[in-house]
């Protein structure tokens, strides 16, 4: 029976641990509830100990989980397309752009910004593309076999599913389930609260071992003898779906992978030691300042049977044969405790890279600026490898699943409407690409290339039918993306740029390019100039003109000339000469 091989891998990946080398065991259900009560700063075994006394958690596991999110983060902006060779440029670009703006429709946004939440926490992050929709998997209900490297090795998937009925019955009619009205009605007569779903991806022994996807419900009760109480007949659930299928729908992404166990390294798991010991310095110096404030008096008279918080009044004369001194109950090991806690507090720092000068945070007084520059270079080396890696699966996902469904809901017409900046970007290049067409033309009728002139003449025309409109809608034809070819490029550089800093370059910039002019035209100059852009994570092609100048004046100048006209050869002046001026 399908539900028991399912209540079985269940019950093995709850309660088994596996073994990632000789003594090292793992098991992924600790380690994600362990996360849930760390990052809400809650102890697993409640918040009052042995003795009756609040057990304070002083969490130290935030706010490097949210370093890590902020360092390796990047958005739908990021994802940039290139004309691959043999591709048309104009067509990659409307490509792009529709591709962002589906972007938005689809909340890949939010998909993103979740991935990058989750992966501190819990070490993985895992998407379900549910009809083309993506969806973030809620690792509690996420069981896997713990030993697969990834999850196209893994043995089986399954998904847990908590329906009301009312979700049930409508998520059964929108994906075509079976056995929904049963189901219900058995529900209703039994006490549970949810209707308890598995979906499951993998092989099936009943099935020759065909990877099938197969959708049950947890619904009946076994039957059991009354005189005995020995189970007759296990309850077999009710089947919804079954289907053979090549591969499973989820797309999992990695903060640090170690070999021998699905789930990555994440940061709440790498701070588990620190986290523990800390909350015991804590709640020592708490129980150390609580006896502490704590005012006591001693005497040797034994006549003296007060309590001065309740029986002593201000101003009260006590007649006491041997002076009556308070005790010392003052903690001297403060001292040990700050040493402590600066250990561990630097036990964290290295271990998660989240120095102070990457949280923004003031450097201690005296710290070199060397050091500090080093700090910075070194974490931000460790982020951009971590960043990198999941830019690489991000990119895989788009390939393989994001963009192929893309394609398919954007085959038919439809418009794009295009203002600003991008409308002076597709003006250009159609405008570059009607003048190269028409150029061919003429050569191709003449049999000769036509003059400068006549080329400026013949853009300047193009010119001014082009740029008439402030906005345009633009009709994207049905199948222009079919044999697109292009290239995914994730630019994650400069996430970490100060955006005071980037001004300041982009001012730089233009008042080199005004002071001399030849740095857009000289190549060697234009070279190096590129270079310092690219290097300061700024566009270079942002500063290239992208309109011809006087387009207008170019045309009627052209069009002024009648026939056979042209510029008249400058006189020479001889050496020495001092050439004449007119006013």
């Not at 926490?121 to 509690?140: H, T």
């Not at 010991?277 to 709640?283: A, D, K």
């Not at 003048?435 to 400026?456: G, M, N, T």
């Amino acid at each position: 029976m399908i539900l028991k091989q399912i209540e079985r891998e269940k019950q093995d990946f709850e309660n088994k641990e596996i073994e990632v080398v000789p003594g090292l065991y793992f098991n992924q259900k600790d380690v994600i509830e362990t996360s849930y009560f760390y990052i809400n700063s809650r102890y697993k075994t409640g918040d009052i100990d042995v003795d009756g006394n609040k057990k304070y958690f002083f969490n130290i596991v935030r706010n490097p989980c949210k370093v890590f999110t902020k360092s390796i983060d990047f958005d739908t902006k990021n994802i940039n397309t290139q004309t691959a060779g043999g591709g048309n440029t104009l067509t990659t670009w409307f490509f792009e752009r529709d591709l962002k703006f589906w972007f938005k429709d689809k909340n890949y946004g939010h998909i993103l910004n979740s991935i990058f939440n989750d992966l501190p926490i819990f070490g993985s992050a895992v998407v379900k593309m549910v009809k083309g929709e993506p969806k973030m998997v809620d690792l509690r209900n996420f069981i896997v076999d713990q030993s697969a490297d990834d999850l196209d090795r893994a043995n089986y998937i399954i998904e847990i599913h908590n329906f009301t009925p009312v979700e049930f019955r409508q998520t059964g009619k929108k994906l075509g389930w079976d056995n929904v009205d049963e189901v219900l009605k058995e529900f209703r007569e039994s006490p549970q609260t949810h209707i308890k779903v598995y979906e499951r991806y993998g092989e099936v022994e009943e099935e020759n071992n065909e990877y099938r996807r197969i959708v049950i419900a947890d619904i009946g009760k076994d039957q059991i003898n009354e005189r005995t109480g020995e189970v007759i007949k296990q309850k077999e659930g009710r089947l919804l779906s079954n289907h053979k299928v090549d591969r499973h729908p989820y797309w999992e992404f990695h903060a640090e992978k170690i070999p021998g166990r699905w789930l990555g390294v994440g940061v709440v798991e790498i701070l588990r030691d620190p986290q523990i010991r800390f909350n015991e310095l804590s709640n020592e110096l708490a129980r150390s300042t609580y006896y502490a404030s704590i005012r006591t008096f001693q005497t040797r008279d034994e006549g003296v049977n007060i309590n001065f918080n309740t029986d002593v009044v201000d101003g009260q004369v006590i007649h006491s044969e041997d002076p009556i001194s308070q005790i010392d109950m003052s903690d001297r090991n403060l001292a040990f405790f700050n040493q402590e806690f600066q250990r561990w507090l630097q036990n964290r720092d290295e271990n998660t890279f989240s120095y102070d000068v990457v949280q923004g945070e003031r450097l201690p007084a005296g710290t070199p600026l060397g050091s500090a520059r080093i700090a910075a270079a070194m974490a931000g080396s460790y982020f951009g490898q971590l960043q990198e890696n999941v830019a690489l699966s991000v990119k895989e996902f788009l390939y393989k699943t994001v963009i192929p469904n893309f394609l398919k809901e954007n085959s038919n017409e439809h418009y794009i409407r295009l203002v600003g900046e991008d409308l002076d970007k597709v003006n250009q290049m159609i405008i570059n690409q009607k003048s190269f067409e028409e150029v061919i033309k003429l050569a191709l009728s003449r049999k000769s290339f036509p003059s400068k002139v006549q080329f400026d003449a013949i853009k300047a025309g193009i010119t001014d039918q082009t740029k008439r409109l402030r906005e345009k809608s633009v009709k994207i034809s049905k199948d222009t993306y079919k044999n697109i070819k292009y290239k995914i490029d994730i630019i994650i550089t400069g996430e970490q740029k100060d955006v005071n800093a980037m001004a300041n370059d982009m001012v730089f910039i233009l008042q080199a390019i005004t002071s001399d002019p030849t740095l857009l035209t000289d190549p060697r100059k234009k070279k190096m100039l590129y270079k310092i852009m690219e290097a300061r994570g700024l566009n270079p092609s942002d500063f290239e003109p992208e309109v011809e100048e006087q387009p207008q004046s170019i045309l009627q100048q052209s069009l002024g000339k009648g026939a056979g006209g042209g510029v008249s050869r400058p006189t020479p002046v001889p050496m020495g000469a001092t050439p004449e001026r007119t006013l």
